[in-house]
C-alpha cells in the first residue's frame, strides 16, 4: 500500500525565518515519483516540484530547497527567508510506477502560516 | 498558461437533489481527475479518466459518478446529495503517462454544502 504522511498540521513561523515541511511515504514500487504541490487561499493547487525515486539529488529553486532522502523515506520541503506570500497549505503526493495506476497518493497537508 | 475551469466556486444545494459539477480544460490534456479534499484527509481521488467516455473508479467512489463526453470536459455527477458529501471538489487534468508520473493541473475547486 502507498501512503504520505505529513506529520505536521500547522506551522506558523516569522517572516525571514526557514521554515522545513516534512513529508514521509511508503511505497513498495521501485519506480516512483514524489511531488510538491501549494494550495493558496485562492484554493487552486499549484505544482511545486516533481522527482523521481532514481534521482536523489536534492534541489534548490529559489528560496525553496527539497531534500530526497531514499533511505528515510522523505521528501522534505525548505522555504528559506519566508515571506508572508508563502502562506498556504503544502501537500506531499506519491505516484508509483508499478502499483496504483493513475493514482496519486496525497498526504493531509501543512498548512503553513508567515506572520509579518 | 494551462487553464482547468471548475464550473463554480460555491455550491448549497439540499439533501437529495442531483448535483453536477462541471470541469473544462483547455490544454487537450487526456488525463482528467476528480477529488475530493477533506480537513485531514487531504485529496481523495474519486474518479479518474483517460480518454473520451473512459472512467475508472478511484478510491471513494460511492454516492459519484461521471461522465466524459468531450476531452476537455469532465463532470462529477452526485446522484442524490448526502450532507457527508460537502466538502471541497477538486478537478485536475494531466497529459498522458507515458511511463513519466507528471504533474497534475487544478482548478480553483467548487465548495459544495450540503443541507
Known amino acids: 500500500a502507498q501512503k504520505v504522511t505529513q506529520a505536521q498540521t500547522e506551522i506558523s513561523v516569522v517572516e525571514k525565518e526557514d521554515v522545513t515541511l516534512d513529508c514521509v511515504y511508503e511505497?513498495?514500487?521501485?519506480?516512483?515519483?514524489l511531488f510538491w504541490y501549494k494550495q493558496p487561499p485562492s484554493g487552486e493547487l499549484v505544482f511545486l516540484i516533481r522527482?523521481?525515486?532514481?534521482?536523489?539529488q536534492n534541489e534548490i529553486s529559489g528560496r525553496y530547497s527539497w531534500n530526497f532522502q531514499k533511505s528515510t523515506s522523505s521528501f522534505n520541503f525548505t522555504i528559506t527567508a519566508s515571506q508572508v506570500v508563502d502562506s498556504a497549505v503544502y501537500f506531499c503526493?506519491?505516484?508509483?510506477?508499478?502499483?496504483?495506476?493513475?493514482?496519486?497518493?496525497f498526504g493531509a497537508g501543512t498548512r503553513l502560516f508567515v506572520k509579518a | 498558461d494551462v487553464k482547468v475551469t471548475q464550473s463554480s466556486r460555491y455550491l448549497v444545494k439540499r439533501t437529495g437533489e442531483k448535483v453536477f459539477l462541471e470541469c473544462v480544460q483547455d490544454?487537450?490534456?487526456?488525463?482528467m481527475f476528480w477529488y475530493r479534499q477533506d480537513p485531514g484527509l487531504g485529496l481523495r481521488l474519486i474518479y479518474f479518466?483517460?480518454?473520451?467516455?473512459?472512467?475508472e473508479k478511484g478510491d471513494i467512489p460511492e454516492g459519484y459518478s461521471v461522465s466524459r463526453e468531450k476531452k476537455e470536459r469532465f463532470s462529477l455527477i452526485l446522484e442524490s446529495a448526502s450532507t457527508n458529501q460537502t466538502s471541497m471538489y477538486l478537478c485536475?487534468?494531466?497529459?498522458?503517462?507515458?511511463?513519466?508520473?507528471?504533474?497534475?493541473?487544478f482548478g480553483q475547486g467548487t465548495r459544495l454544502t450540503v443541507v
Open positions: 522527482r523521481n525515486s532514481f534521482d536523489e
Open positions: 490544454m487537450d490534456h487526456e488525463n
Open positions: 479518466s483517460y480518454d473520451v467516455k473512459m472512467k
Open positions: 511505497t513498495r514500487d521501485t519506480t516512483y515519483y
Open positions: 503526493a506519491l505516484s508509483g510506477l508499478n502499483t496504483g495506476g493513475f493514482k496519486t497518493i
Open positions: 485536475a487534468s494531466s497529459p498522458p503517462q507515458t511511463g513519466r508520473r507528471l504533474e497534475a493541473f
